[in-house]
């Protein structure tokens, strides 16, 4: 039998002295207490503001260059990486294969907790061989209290096949130390209910995940101004999106907008470069694509 390693000494594992008497509390008193304690999520992703600019400018790097981004996490972080993964492809009408969770456990994790697999580091090494990361690739491994070996067996695996590593953990790097490319420390504290890293590490973590891939996809001409001017019409609340982004953009009536989104194939980025610059369809796919999809870009290309 191994000996259990003890974690206690871990920030996200410390007792909270703000919340000693839980259970003793009115609900409001619990509310306060919660929304008090939240704030300091916000607080910690500043904390991190350049290391996380930092992994949106690799990221959209290597992205440009046929990579992939790949979120490896187990239990809750393993969640919110699959969750953040699976909202790229309608926001920014990116395949798949772009953006992908890998979670310890498998899909079944997702609705049902596994966090006894989060122990083996050969399965987070098999994750990334499966999948057949190259140096291309970006792997952002996520683990609250820094120590889950899934996550740690994906990044080596990861590094010895020459891909960007990205660590973001919710403890300090004295406490546990990570070989990688980039490291994100999002130091929220200890947790108001003891160790229970889904509420503020787990907030946190949402938020970093979020400025990063939209971060990126800024990066890669996904957006203009702040529409999403590459989101998927696959549903009439998304329809009704991009028709509002053609109609604020344009002028036009409603009518018109769903007209020249239908001309486009509707793609409200090509629909916005057909009306600015009189191009058809063919004309402005292949300028898009002069210009890397970056919309700006273009239509200042052809008004030069």
């Not at 990221?59 to 490896?72: K, P």
């Not at 006894?116 to 987070?124: I, K, N, S, V, Y």
């Not at 990063?212 to 800024?218: I, K």
Request: aromatic share 4%; glycine share 10%.
């Amino acid at each position: 039998m191994t000996n259990l390693q003890e974690r206690g000494h871990l920030l996200t594992e410390q007792v909270n002295p703000h919340s000693l008497n839980l259970d003793q509390l009115y609900s409001l008193e619990l509310v306060e207490l919660f929304n008090c304690e939240d704030q300091k999520a916000v607080a910690a992703v500043a904390g991190a503001k350049v290391q996380l600019a930092q992994a949106i400018d690799i990221t959209a790097e290597q992205l440009r260059q046929g990579g992939r981004l790949f979120y490896v996490g187990a239990g809750t972080s393993g969640r919110l990486g699959v969750l953040d993964a699976a909202e790229c492809p309608p926001t920014f009408c990116t395949s798949p294969e772009l953006v992908q969770g890998i979670i310890a456990g498998g899909a079944g994790a997702l609705v049902r907790s596994s966090e006894d697999l989060e122990d083996r580091a050969q399965d987070g090494e098999a994750a990334i061989a499966q999948r057949q990361v190259t140096q291309l690739d970006i792997v952002v491994g996520i683990t609250a209290g820094g120590t889950t070996p899934f996550v740690h067996g994906a990044l080596q695996a990861a590094r010895q096949r020459g891909a960007t590593t990205i660590f973001i953990a919710c403890v300090p790097a004295e406490q546990v130390s990570c070989d990688a490319d980039i490291d994100i420390r999002l130091l929220t504290g200890p947790e108001v209910l003891a160790g229970s890293t889904r509420l503020k590490a787990g907030t946190a973590t949402k938020l970093a995940l979020n400025i990063l891939s939209t971060g990126v996809m800024v990066k890669l001409g996904k957006v203009y101004g702040n529409r999403m001017v590459d989101v998927a019409v696959t549903n009439e609340k998304l329809r009704d999106r991009a028709l509002r982004i053609l109609q604020d953009l344009t002028n036009l009536s409603r009518e018109a907008s769903a007209s020249l989104l239908e001309r486009s194939g509707k793609w409200v980025k090509l629909a916005l470069l057909m009306h600015w610059t009189g191009l058809e369809k063919e004309e402005g796919l292949k300028l898009l694509s002069e210009h890397q999809g970056h919309l700006r870009a273009a239509v200042a290309g052809v008004k030069k």
